[in-house]
Nanobody, 118 residues
Framework: QVQLVESGGGLVQPEGSLRLSCATS????????MAWYRRAPGEQRELVAS???????TENDSWKDRFAISRDNAKNAVYLQMTSLNSEDTAVYYC????????????WGQGTQVTVSS
């Protein structure tokens, strides 16, 4: 059974930082491109960043200066370091795993809420 479990979300003050984690199981982690998406209130889900098993990163220009994705292939985990958070970063953040060769093998976590507020 495939599981993607996000953690690290919560309430943070403006200009604060958070590090999201996504622990995976049930997949051959090295075969998957990992990504973080977010869905802000009233908006569509959008890509924050993705990272291949070889470490090639694709970033959304909107946040690339403040957010950084990384992965630990030994721990089957992916991370999102977020800095200088503001209220517009309030969203549910989702972990995604997509097979590099067979993209129909595409899995999502349940999401973790990030709320930026004073």
């Amino acid at each position: 059974q495939v599981q993607l479990v996000e953690s690290g979300g919560g309430l943070v003050q403006p200009e604060g930082s958070l590090r999201l984690s996504c622990a995976t199981s049930g997949i051959d982690f090295d075969d998957y491109t990992m990504a973080w998406y977010r869905r802000a209130p009233g908006e569509q889900r959008e890509l924050v960043a993705s990272i291949t098993t070889g470490g090639i990163v694709t970033e959304n220009d909107s946040w690339k200066d403040r957010f950084a994705i990384s992965r630990d292939n030994a721990k089957n985990a992916v991370y999102l370091q977020m800095t200088s958070l503001n209220s517009e970063d309030t969203a549910v953040y989702y972990c995604n795993a997509r097979h590099m060769i067979f993209p129909n093998y595409n899995y999502w976590g349940q999401g973790t809420q990030v709320t930026v507020s004073s």
